[in-house]
């Protein structure tokens, strides 16, 4: 079972296997914020504790922002929240276009890349969105490592509380 870890500040870390998460806690490194339902933890040494679904670390750690998450199609998914992007479109977003066609020099880059649904993807083809006089619901960015964390977070009830909205 995976355990979401906080920084000092609560803002989302990491995941972590429980048996890690259980490590934090025993040596007071971390405090449990969540536990997972009513089932109990017997670490060797005979202590019994909760077991963990959020754990939040007590000293902060140092963390680089707004670069270094890549792009693969898991957090493409998570930063486009399923969709596609193209405006007033409300099906999912089952493939990967790039905005400048890859046969028009189109860079594979969180900048260029965005969800559609089929339908918009196979009549967008090779050309720009300005050629055919379609909009994004959103500019697309590179996310950050918090905004995937966030996303992520929101697929449990216990994790999701502890965790801001990702915009
Ligand atoms: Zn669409």
Not at 14 to 39: C, H, I, K, N, P
Not at 66 to 92: F, I, K, M, N, W
Not at 133 to 151: A, D, H, Q
Request: proline content about 4%.
């Amino acid at each position: 079972m995976t355990v979401l870890i906080l920084n000092a500040s609560y803002e989302p870390l990491t995941f972590v296997s429980w048996q890690r998460a259980v490590a934090l806690v025993v040596t007071g490194r971390g405090e449990l914020l969540e536990q997972d339902g009513d089932r109990i933890v017997r670490s060797s040494g005979g202590l019994e504790l909760p077991w963990p679904a959020v754990v939040r670390l007590l000293s902060m750690v140092k963390t680089r922002r707004g670069s270094g998450v890549p792009l693969t199609r898991q957090y493409l998914v998570a930063r486009d929240g399923r969709r596609c992007q193209v405006a007033g479109c409300e099906r999912r977003g089952d493939t990967i276009d790039h905005l400048v066609a890859r046969s028009r020099g189109g860079e594979h880059r969180w900048t260029n890349v965005a969800l559609m649904c089929g339908r918009h993807n196979s009549v967008k083809g090779d050309r720009t969105l300005d050629e055919l006089g379609w909009s994004l619901k959103r500019e697309p960015t590179e996310p950050t490592r918090v905004m995937i964390l966030t996303t992520r977070a929101r697929t449990r009830s216990e994790w999701e509380r502890w965790v801001v909205p990702a915009q």
